[in-house]
């Protein structure tokens, strides 16, 4: 089972940017989708950006599309979600999470998940 370890998040003024990395812990072949959700206080989870390992086809949630980047460094085994252009209601718990094949145009049934790290954008 893939072990997940987010990092990145901290605390930026709205209009800022922030990299969240996601390593896992081997080596990630193609067929698997791997993505960026977040949890704001109050509300479920909701997917932010997933993204074809190997095949670099990458789809966002309408909120953040333009201004989110997800990539990846299969070299150093790591995921990245570029955020620029940052607003308050971007502020969450971030995670990055793993599945096994699928269309990575679903934001659904992904298997294995990193802790959180916190983003909090302020005004």
């Known amino acids: 089972q893939v072990h997940l370890v987010g990092s990145g998040g901290g605390s930026v003024q709205a209009g800022g940017s922030l990299t969240l990395s996601c390593v896992a812990s081997?080596?990630?072949?193609?067929?698997?989708?791997m993505g960026w959700f977040r949890q704001a206080p109050g509300k479920e989870r909701e997917g932010v950006a997933t993204l074809e390992i190997g095949k670099h086809s990458s789809y966002y949630a309408d909120s953040v599309r333009g201004r989110f980047t997800v990539s990846e460094d299969n070299a150093k085994n790591t995921l990245y979600l570029q955020m620029n252009s940052l607003k308050t209601e971007d502020s969450a718990i971030y995670y990055c999470?793993?599945?096994?094949?699928?269309?990575?145009?679903?934001?659904?049934?992904?298997?294995?998940w990193s802790q959180g790290t916190q983003v909090t954008v302020s005004s």
């Open positions: 081997e080596n990630i072949r193609s067929n698997y989708c």
């Open positions: 999470a793993i599945r096994y094949g699928g269309n990575c145009f679903f934001f659904s049934g992904f298997e294995n």
